[in-house]
């Protein structure tokens, strides 16, 4: 009688069940990593649609201001040029014509600003610094910003936002 090996007889390696079951296991991480990247490229299409809403609303206030800016353009041009006024009276009448077209003026620092809504939340400010009436130019642009629009303000200059 043939006795047989031991050690041969037994099967080696990796039985069905154990590869059935590292398929079924690759499988639902495939599916995982699938939804997950799904799930990202889902939000940033959101974040990103947001983003450019945000940038026409911003444009469309932007057009707005040009607007406005245009029609003072053309009544400080009048102003300069039908007036031989001192050069006092040209700012009193300058910064009267921006309030009439509905800038906020500050006549000691002759500035004129305009403020339009972007959105809820946000508003466009646009500050003109205005110029001598012999100058080169009629105005210059000070500063254009979208910023938090009223009932926030900062604790100090550039710093932290709170509700005012």
């Known amino acids: 009688m043939k006795q047989k090996n031991v050690l041969t007889s037994m099967r080696s390696g990796v039985g ?4 059935s079951l590292l398929m079924i296991f690759t499988v639902l991480c495939f599916a995982t990593l699938a939804m997950l990247s799904l799930s990202t490229a889902a939000a ?5 649609g947001r983003g450019l809403d945000a940038d026409a609303a911003i444009a469309a206030a932007k057009g707005g201001a040009a607007r406005q800016l245009a029609v003072l353009d ?4 009048e102003l300069q040029m039908g007036g031989d006024a001192d050069e006092e009276a040209y700012y009193a009448e300058a910064l009267a014509a921006a309030e009439a077209l509905g800038w906020e003026v ?23 610094a205005l110029q001598a009436p012999g100058e080169a130019e009629r105005y210059t642009v ?6 938090l629009a009223a009932g926030w303000e ?11």
Do not use: F, K, S
């Not at 940033?44 to 990103?48: S, V």
């Not at 500050?106 to 646009?126: C, Q, S």
């Not at 000070?142 to 910023?147: D, H, L, M, N």
């Open 16 to 19: 069905t069940g154990t590869t």
């Open 44 to 48: 940033n299409q959101r974040i990103r």
């Open 74 to 77: 053309g009544a400080l041009l």
């Open 106 to 128: 500050d006549a000691e620092a002759r500035t004129a600003v305009l403020r339009l809504p972007v959105d809820e939340h946000n508003e466009l400010l646009t500050e003109l």
């Open 142 to 147: 000070a500063r254009q910003i979208t910023r």
């Open 154 to 164: 900062a604790e100090e200059e550039g710093q932290v936002w709170v509700p005012g």
